[in-house]
């Protein structure tokens, strides 16, 4: 078995489409569908003339469970790879229901008209799955993904007893554009101007977007000024660790790109509301009124993330720091990291850094599924599978990790 159809045809799914190909022994047949099926045919193309594969391709709008049911039925997978956006998340799990097939993610849901998201609209699925007999592993790119994986993992081996939790996200990478986002622009800024959000004593606390920042220090790196961001992998990790006092998340972000948002959100062109626009006719015959959402507009004229790969330097580095009683009953702490070169990176799939960080965990987290590792029926978080076999994979597959003992988490 190894039937897998991947959704999307954007960066993250060009990269998890290399790395599938890579390890074409356990995918034995490969599709990849999205909504421009010109975008897929061209990665085929490349693909299957580099790797030797037999990848083909569909046109499918997620956002329709007829379309989506009708291609499973007609292909059949084993597990369908969602990469497309938040927004698909729930069609997609619908229409695995319906066609009995298993599914994973990366991005939890997020309607589209509001900038929110949680884990309640995939986590009412549970049951279903279960008595379907079909898994759904969720949120399995780099952040949320691998920082799961990282602290199930420490809790599995040096830890009794988690007790703080912080994930550091540090992009040090320099594109040479003023601005731009590594990856989808629209669901970047929706995230990234939220509200800051952080766990402690059993509740959640909240801040003004970019109120709590840090200077900290990243292997091979040096000091990156980094913000409190809400971060969604923060809302399963407490609840399958509740030894956790406080769990939070930091991302770096330069002087620049923020002075660059703040312009964003004071002209209001990060609205996700529909605004009336007058655009002149396709005919000539004056202008006509439609109706645009700012943000999605600023989207088409930003840098396609999916472009920043041949200017790329520098390198990423994301892990956790953590805090608890480790096994010897006294107080230790432990630091797991990867740095990706985006030079690497796009050498080997034509994809940057972060598209590369959440490829290679997506691709990993299906070939746990393939090869039986991780198969639990119901709708689950990564952090309730055994880590081992995937923590195995990060090192041979392009992420290979590190580990400080008992150093200064500076947190
Ligand atoms: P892109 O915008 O590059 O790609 C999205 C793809 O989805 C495009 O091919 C797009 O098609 C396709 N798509 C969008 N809507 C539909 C639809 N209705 N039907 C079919 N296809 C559709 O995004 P990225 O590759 O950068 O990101 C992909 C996912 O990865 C996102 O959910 C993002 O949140 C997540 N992510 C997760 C990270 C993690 O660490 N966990 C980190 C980074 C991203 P078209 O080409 O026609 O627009």
Known sequence: MGKILIIGCGGVATVAAHKICQNKDTFTDIRIASRTKSKCD???ELLNKRYGTNVTTAAVD??????LVALMNEYKPDMVLNLALPYQDLTIMDACLETGCNYMDTANYEPKDEAHFEYSWQWAYRERFEKAGLTAILG??????VTSIYTAYAAKHHF????????????AGNHHKAFATNFNPEINIREITQKGLYYENGKYIETEPMEIHKTLNYPNIGPRESYLLHHEEIESLVINY???RRARFWMTFGEAYLKHLEVIQNIGIDRIDEIEYKAPAADGSGDVVVKIVPLQFLKAVLPNPQDLGSNYEGETSIGCRIRGIGNDGKEHTYYVYNNCSHQA????TGMQGVSYTTGVPAMIGALMFMKGLWVKPGVHNVEEF????????LNKQGLPWHEIHDGDLEL
């Not at 990176?345 to 080997?348: G, H, I, T």
């Open 42 to 44: 061209a990665l085929a």
């Open 62 to 67: 997620a956002d329709s469970v007829p379309q």
């Open 140 to 145: 399995c790119g780099f952040d949320p993904g």
């Open 160 to 171: 009794k007893e988690i007790q703080y939790l912080d994930i550091v996200d540090c992009n």
């Open 242 to 244: 509740p030894t956790i």
């Open 345 to 348: 990176a796009y050498e080997e």
């Open 386 to 393: 055994d880590p081992d076999p995937f923590m195995d994979e």
